[in-house]
């Protein structure tokens, strides 16, 4: 149980890492970014993250000039040039692409629904649409292009003062093959020359394999659990501190186990007010986590 993850972790896991190796010494870890159980087709399926997306936390800079606010004309609005540059930013469309994984994923969803379709970067839009619940359907989406979120913006001193300095801070994650340099490229073709982009924080996708004995040994866990039967890999389209363990070379995989029957309003309290669980999932997970112990040591 370690601290700081929210926000990088660097005082945490990371930490650790760098300073007591020693302490994580582990064949696995099990940890969260498992994505939690939806129905489909009037099951409840459940989920084992495998990997999970890139973070490139970016931070954009307008300057201009300052002036009087009662003449706009002698001045440079910096909040007006970092306005239309998140204009531009919020009509991105990012290049769709479908990971194997992905592709497997999403094609074993959509046949609990009855159906078959050939997921391509041309019919997955289509197959995410067949889902009702829509954080479902975004999640899937997120899963198939980089995603670019403004979320901070700070800028101007009062209301008499045009504006001299804008910042914005955008939380992107990238998959597979998209790097640094090709975020920073995006971004510099879609804000314009006028913008300083500065990449704060850069994290690459990670993966654990799910062709491991310690991915098996979690599947049949789950499945004894008293879940459904249905258990799917997935991966996070968020970070998690897996990232730093596997860059350690412990496999990591994320779990989001509740009880069959939850409260499907629960999955929308993340990152909101009150973020919680019912104690019946809970105990569930408690739960989960002994057998497994026991389950991998006994073999």
Aim: hydrophobic share 40%; with cysteine.
């Amino acid at each position: 149980a370690t601290a700081d993850e929210e926000v990088g972790g660097e005082l945490g896991v990371q930490f650790l890492l760098k300073n007591h190796q020693e302490l994580l010494k582990a064949d696995f870890a099990v940890n969260e970014g498992g994505e939690e159980p939806i129905i489909i087709g009037g099951k409840q399926v459940n989920f084992v993250q495998v990997g999970e997306k890139g973070t490139c936390w970016t931070r954009l800079v307008a300057k201009g000039t300052s002036c009087h606010g009662s003449v706009p004309a002698l001045g440079d609005n910096a909040v007006v040039k970092m306005s239309r540059a998140l204009e531009r930013l919020s009509s991105y469309k990012p290049p769709i692409l479908i990971l194997p994984e992905i592709k497997e994923l999403i094609s074993q969803l959509v046949r609990l629904l009855g159906l078959e379709m050939d997921i391509t970067p041309e019919t997955v839009d289509q197959a995410v649409d067949l889902f009702q619940d829509k954080a479902f359907s975004a999640y899937l989406n997120a899963l198939t292009r980089m995603t670019v979120s403004p979320n901070s913006v700070h800028g101007g001193l009062k209301t008499n003062i045009v504006p001299d300095y804008c910042e914005a801070d955008v939380d992107i994650r990238v998959l597979p093959g998209q790097n640094k340099e090709f975020v920073f490229g995006e971004l510099r073709r879609l804000v314009g020359d006028q913008i300083e982009i500065d990449i704060a924080l850069y994290h690459q996708p990670t993966f654990s394999p799910s062709s491991s004995i310690f991915y098996k040994t979690i599947v049949e866990t789950v499945k004894d659990s008293g879940s459904d039967n249905t258990v799917l890999s997935c991966l996070s389209s968020g970070a998690t501190d897996s990232r730093y363990l596997r860059q350690h070379g412990i496999p990591s995989y994320g779990l989001g186990l509740m009880v069959a029957g939850f409260d499907q309003d629960l999955r929308k309290t993340v990152h909101g007010v009150n973020e919680r669980i019912d104690i019946a999932s809970l105990k569930l997970k408690a739960d989960f986590l002994v057998q497994l112990a026991r389950r991998y040591l006994k073999d």
